[in-house]
C-alpha cells in the first residue's frame, strides 16, 4: 500500500504481509464476484430482474411478495438482501440510511492491452478531498475520489458530466489517477453520495421478524472508509447459511430461532464497524489546512501502522460446511 500527497510525494508505504502475515487485501470486479458466486448454483437457481414492487404478511404468517411486473410470491422465508435503499428493510420499520457529509466517484479504468500499475493500493490524500486505484485484473484498475459535499446533490447519469466533475476535482493530482479516469468506459463511472445507519441496541428493529431477516448493506448500509461492506455481507451470508442449514437439519431448533441467532451474532461485527468507519471517514475527510499538514508530514509518515488499523479484517466466519 502506497499513499501519497497530492503532489505525488509518497507519504508512507506498507507491505500488508511485513505488518501481518496473515494480512492480504483482494481486488474483486463485482460482476467477477457474482458471477461465481452465482456459478456455484443450479442454473434456474437465480432470476434475474426481479424486481420488488410490495411486500406484506399474509394471513397464513407467510410473507406475499409483489414484483414490478406483476408476479406474486408466497414465502416461507424472505431474505431481504436488496442494498441500501432496501424497499424491504423499510417495511420491517427500519429509518432510511444517513447521508455522512462526503460522496464518491468510482471507476474501472480499462486497458485492453494491459494495465501498467503494480498490485498495489494506492491512496493519494488532499484537502477534504481524496481519491485511491488498485488494480483488478490484467487489464482494469478501480478508482475512486471521495469528496466533501453538504447535501448529497442531484442524481447525475451522465457519464460525460460524471467523468468531467470527477476529473476537475483532482486536476492539479498525480497524472497516473488522471490517466485511469480518463480511460474508464462510460458505463463503469458513478457518483455514490455515501450514507450508513446506526444500529443502536433497543432502538433498531431486529434484523429478522416473522421469517423475513436482513443481509448486507439491507440491513448494516456503512460508509466505504474501512472497505468493508461487502466483506460483512458476505460473512452475514455464511452465517446465516450455516444457522437455516442447523434448523433445518436439527429439527429442534425453529427457522425464527435460527434467523434471530443469526442477528446476535453478527450484531457485534456489524455495529462497531459500522461507527468505526464513520469516524475514519470524518477523519480523512478534513479539509483544515493546518490539521492536514500535521496528518500528511507527522501522522502518516511516524505514526500510523497497519496492523492496529487493519485488526478488523482479521475476522474469521469459518468456511461453509
Ligand atoms: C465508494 C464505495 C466503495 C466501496 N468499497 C468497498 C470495498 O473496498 N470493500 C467492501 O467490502 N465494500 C465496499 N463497498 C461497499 C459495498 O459496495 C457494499 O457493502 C456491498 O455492495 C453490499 O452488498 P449487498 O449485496 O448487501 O448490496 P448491493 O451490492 O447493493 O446489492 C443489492 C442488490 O439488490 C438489488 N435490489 C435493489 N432494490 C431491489 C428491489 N426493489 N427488488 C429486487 N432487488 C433489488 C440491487 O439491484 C442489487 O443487485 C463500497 C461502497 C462504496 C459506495
Known amino acids: 500500500?502506497?499513499?501519497?500527497?497530492?503532489?505525488?510525494?509518497?507519504?508512507?508505504s506498507f507491505r500488508f504481509k511485513d505488518e501481518d502475515e496473515g494480512q492480504e487485501v483482494r481486488a474483486v470486479e463485482r460482476r467477477i464476484l457474482l458471477e461465481t458466486l452465482a456459478s456455484e448454483l443450479p442454473p434456474d437457481a437465480v432470476q434475474?430482474?426481479?424486481k420488488l414492487a410490495k411486500i406484506e404478511r399474509s394471513e397464513t404468517?407467510?410473507?406475499l411478495l409483489e414484483l414490478v411486473d406483476g408476479t406474486q410470491l408466497s414465502a416461507k422465508i424472505v431474505i431481504g438482501c436488496d442494498g441500501i435503499r432496501s424497499p424491504v428493510a423499510k417495511w420491517m420499520g427500519f429509518s432510511e440510511p444517513?447521508?455522512?457529509?462526503?460522496?464518491?466517484?468510482?471507476?474501472?479504468?480499462?486497458?485492453?492491452?494491459?494495465?501498467?500499475?503494480?498490485?498495489?493500493?494506492?491512496?493519494?490524500?488532499?484537502?477534504?478531498?481524496?481519491?485511491?486505484y488498485v488494480p483488478v485484473s490484467p487489464t482494469k484498475v478501480y478508482w475512486f475520489v471521495c469528496f466533501?459535499?453538504?447535501?448529497?446533490?442531484?442524481?447525475?447519469?451522465?457519464?460525460?458530466?460524471?467523468?468531467?466533475?470527477?476529473?476537475?476535482?483532482?486536476?492539479?493530482?498525480p497524472s497516473e489517477l488522471l490517466s485511469i479516469i480518463e480511460l474508464t468506459p462510460d458505463d463503469t463511472i458513478i457518483r455514490t453520495p455515501l450514507v450508513d445507519r446506526w444500529l443502536w441496541p433497543a432502538v433498531s428493529p431486529p434484523a429478522s421478524a416473522g421469517g423475513v431477516v436482513l443481509v448486507g448493506d439491507a440491513w448494516h448500509p456503512m460508509t466505504p472508509n474501512l472497505g468493508q461492506g461487502a466483506c460483512c455481507a458476505l460473512e452475514d451470508s455464511v452465517v446465516l447459511a450455516r444457522k437455516l442449514?442447523?434448523?433445518?437439519?436439527?429439527?429442534?431448533?425453529?427457522?425464527?430461532?435460527?434467523?434471530?441467532?443469526?442477528?446476535?451474532?453478527?450484531?457485534?461485527?456489524?455495529?462497531?464497524?459500522?461507527?468505526?468507519?464513520n469516524?475514519?471517514?470524518?477523519?480523512?475527510?478534513?479539509?483544515?489546512?493546518?490539521?492536514?499538514?500535521?496528518r500528511n508530514n507527522f501522522i502518516i509518515p511516524k505514526l500510523v501502522r497497519l496492523g492496529p488499523i487493519l485488526e478488523h479484517t482479521n475476522f474469521d466466519c469459518e468456511p461453509l460446511q
Not at 457529509?101 to 498495489?120: D, E
Not at 469516524?279 to 500535521?294: D, H, T
Open 245 to 277: 442449514v442447523g434448523a433445518m437439519k436439527s429439527g429442534t431448533t425453529s427457522v425464527e430461532d435460527a434467523l434471530r441467532s443469526y442477528g446476535s451474532e453478527r450484531w457485534p461485527r456489524i455495529f462497531p464497524l459500522t461507527i468505526r468507519a
Open 98 to 132: 444517513k447521508y455522512v457529509g462526503h460522496c464518491a466517484f468510482r471507476g474501472l479504468g480499462f486497458y485492453p492491452n494491459g494495465q501498467p500499475h503494480q498490485p498495489k493500493v494506492n491512496y493519494i490524500y488532499g484537502r477534504g478531498l481524496r481519491a485511491g
Open 148 to 173: 466533501n459535499s453538504p447535501s448529497p446533490g442531484p442524481k447525475i447519469s451522465d457519464p460525460f458530466v460524471l467523468k468531467k466533475q470527477a476529473v476537475e476535482l483532482v486536476r492539479n493530482w
Open 48 to 50: 434475474f430482474s426481479s
Open 1 to 12: 500500500m502506497v499513499v501519497k500527497s497530492v503532489d505525488g510525494r509518497e507519504l508512507r
Open 279 to 294: 469516524f475514519v471517514g470524518s477523519l480523512l475527510q478534513w479539509e483544515n489546512p493546518i490539521v492536514c499538514s500535521v
Open 61 to 63: 404468517g407467510k410473507t
